[in-house]
């Protein structure tokens, strides 16, 4: 079992997630496995970030804990809720969560106005009696908006603004936890540093809780406590940020790490047997091409690694 149970807001224990695609040949469906026993947990106050590249599970794994899919097997803890079952307490659960995706321009409604894209969340909430001229002019002042935006369209604004109202919206009920998908990744370099300072400084000035899934380790690295790997639905080491970035132990955290290499990860054929890695790999038993290692505790780290065990 993992540590931290009293300080914890989000546990994943051994969750498995699939989706149903259709055969290749011939009729019916076959189910994908996108995420292989996964377990990991958030603490409250905490950034944890999960790194990935595309088709790795993360954004699987925060359509499970807002509720879009039901795990396979396994349990999905959230404040103390297991969202995974079907527990009436759940929806009040799942209001609590705010999100923030990677296409502001997708997130939105283009036909409303900035004020009521902000205030969408509680109004959804029935809060009708709330002040809120008193919760616009907080949020404005937190994410750095203009006041002349509020009666402005999406289309009106740039991307980095956009951004900015979305993580107003998500901000606006007060959320438990924030879950960041790829938060940065559709911006240009400028406005990702602008979007990824505002982010920290809403972290650091109001505790929020964040987890955060990107492909790119180095805006993992930067807003992120702790961190997890993840390679094809498996995570295969996690530990505390400045650890993992000053010394990466599993293979495939030191490839992601080497920034130089990052095209050639892109470009590598992984296996569907044993660990994804092991053709490149260059520390690869005879064991890694059949068998997936468990992850075991090293230190303050956890490690899929047939090296380590």
Known sequence: ????????????????????????????????????????????????????????????ILKAIIGIIKPLKGEIIVDNIDISKDDPRKREVLRKIGYVSQDPFQAVNPKMKVRDIILEPLRILKRDNTDFSNIIETLISLTGLPNNVLDMYPHELSGGMLQRVVIARALAAKPMIVLLDEPTSSLDTVTQAQILYLLKDLQESMNYTYLLVSHD??????????????????????????????????????????????????????????????????????????????????????IACWNYI
């Open 1 to 60: 079992m993992l540590e931290n149970i009293s300080r914890e807001i989000i546990r994943f224990n051994n969750v498995w997630i699939g989706y149903k695609i259709p055969k290749k040949h011939g009729i019916g469906y076959e189910i994908f496995i996108a995420v292989k026993d996964m377990s990991f947990y958030v603490n409250r106050g905490e950034v944890y970030g999960l790194v990935g590249e595309s088709g790795s599970g993360k954004s699987t």
């Open 217 to 302: 380790l180095r805006v993992v690295s930067f807003l992120a406590n702790r961190i997890g790997i993840i390679i094809r639905g498996y995570l295969v080491e996690e530990g505390p940020t400045d650890e993992i970035m000053e010394e990466p132990l599993h293979p495939y955290t030191k490839l992601l790490i080497d920034s130089s290499r990052f095209k050639e990860i892109k470009e590598i054929e992984y296996s569907s047997i044993g660990c994804p890695i092991h053709p490149i790999c260059p520390y690869k038993k005879d064991v890694c091409e059949h068998t997936m290692p468990k992850i075991i505790v090293q230190g303050s780290r956890r």
